[in-house]
């Protein structure tokens, strides 16, 4: 079984500042990470994802996570918020190359705003 | 990159009508398909799992015969929302897995917006 909890639903910062998103997850065996942003009424579009390779992620536009496995967590982070990075951000989880069956778990997601 | 499209976009019917949501993997083939349901300021649910050649595997609490599903082909599911009601109102999105330099993902299609007046 797997679950994955995002810790706050809201997170505001100014233009230029750090953004930290955070994520936590249980698996019962090792996972594949991912980080999804979305913007309003369209899909979900992939930021990055851990498929146990590096435990530092790049994605694109700036941003990148680190797995840490005595954690169980995954938080996303930017050096700089950009207007254009306001949006909904899902962090979700699925098994891992073994036994995986392709099947997402998201966490209820963090809206960021951006304040100029 | 894989690449997967909904149609249509946005949908408004009347209550009582059914509704057909169509997911297209256009550069690969799928044989596994995703469908989730969103309601606003909410996180993904996911529905049901489209299998081709065979019956769908919906998740716990999802009416099979309210919310029809047909993988017709490598590249086609369907998702039909059968007597609809303004609670079935939501954003609908359809994922379909593949392999990005042998790793699994998924590709999200754009989402239908429904809405049952």
């Known amino acids: 079984a797997q679950s994955v909890t995002q810790l706050g639903s809201h997170v505001s910062v100014s233009e230029g500042a750090l953004v930290l998103l955070r994520c936590n997850y249980s698996?019962?065996?090792?996972?594949?990470l991912f980080w999804y942003v979305q913007y309003p009424n369209q899909g979900l579009q992939l930021l990055l994802k851990?498929?146990?390779?590096?435990?530092l992620v790049k994605g694109i536009n700036g941003f990148e996570a680190e797995f840490k496995k005595s954690e169980t967590s995954f938080h996303l982070t930017k050096p700089s918020a950009h207007m254009s990075d306001a949006a909904e951000y899902f962090c979700?989880?699925?098994?891992?190359?073994?036994?995986?069956?392709?099947?997402?778990?998201f966490g209820k997601g963090t809206l960021l705003t951006v304040n100029p | 990159g894989a690449v997967v499209s909904q149609h249509p976009s946005w949908v408004i019917c009347k209550s009582g009508t059914s509704v057909k949501i169509e997911c297209r993997s256009l550069?690969?083939?799928?044989?596994?398909m995703f469908w989730y349901r969103q309601f606003p300021k909410q996180s993904l649910m996911l529905m049901a799992t489209?299998?081709?050649?065979?019956?769908?595997?919906?998740e716990q609490g999802v009416e099979k015969d309210k919310f029809l599903i047909n993988h017709a082909s490598l590249t086609l599911s369907t998702l039909t929302v059968t007597s609809a009601h303004p609670e079935d109102s939501s954003f609908y999105i359809c994922?379909?897995?593949?392999?990005?330099?042998?790793?699994?993902?998924?590709?999200f299609g754009p989402g239908t917006r429904l809405t049952v007046l």
């Open positions: 994922s379909a897995p593949g392999t990005t330099r042998g790793y699994n993902e998924q590709f």
């Open positions: 698996s019962s065996v090792p996972p594949y």
């Open positions: 851990y498929t146990s390779a590096a435990t």
């Open positions: 979700a989880v699925t098994p891992g190359a073994a036994g995986s069956n392709y099947k997402l778990t």
């Open positions: 550069d690969f083939q799928a044989t596994t």
């Open positions: 489209s299998n081709e050649g065979s019956k769908a595997t919906y």
